[in-house]
Nanobody
Framework: QDHLAESGGGSVLPGGSLRLSCASSGNIVGFYCITWFRQPPGKEREGVASIRPGGGDTYYADFVKGRFTISQDYSKNMVYLQMNSLKPEEAAMYYC???????????????????WGQGTQVTVSS
């Protein structure tokens, strides 16, 4: 089974930027959908952005549209999440997850994903 590993988390000031990376041990084109989720302390996990590696289609939660960008690099089997204009309430553990069975990427629903990374912590604080 392929594995995912996130990196790039850290501490940033409100309004700042971070780029998260999700490295796959296998070819990302083999996945139907790769999605970034986040889980703030004491709250439920929520979908942030998805990409369909085969076609490059992207989907975003309304609360990040215009600020976050999901992208991929086939040659490195990597998926990225560029996060700009970060807000304190966006401090969370960020996870990437992959589906190989035909999930509807636009749903951003964690129930559709069976391969998860360990997460990377993002702190947004002054």
């Amino acid at each position: 089974q392929d594995h995912l590993a996130e990196s790039g988390g850290g501490s940033v000031l409100p309004g700042g930027s971070l780029r998260l990376s999700c490295a796959s041990s296998g070819n990302i084109v083999g996945f139907y959908c790769i999605t970034w989720f986040r889980q703030p302390p004491g709250k439920e996990r929520e979908g942030v952005a998805s990409i369909r590696p085969g076609g490059g289609d992207t989907y975003y939660a309304d609360f990040v549209k215009g600020r976050f960008t999901i992208s991929q690099d086939y040659s490195k089997n990597m998926v990225y999440l560029q996060m700009n204009s970060l807000k304190p309430e966006e401090a969370a553990m960020y996870y990437c997850a992959a589906d190989g069975y035909g999930a509807d990427c636009s749903r951003l629903d964690e129930a559709d994903f069976d391969t998860w990374g360990q997460g990377t912590q993002v702190t947004v604080s002054s």
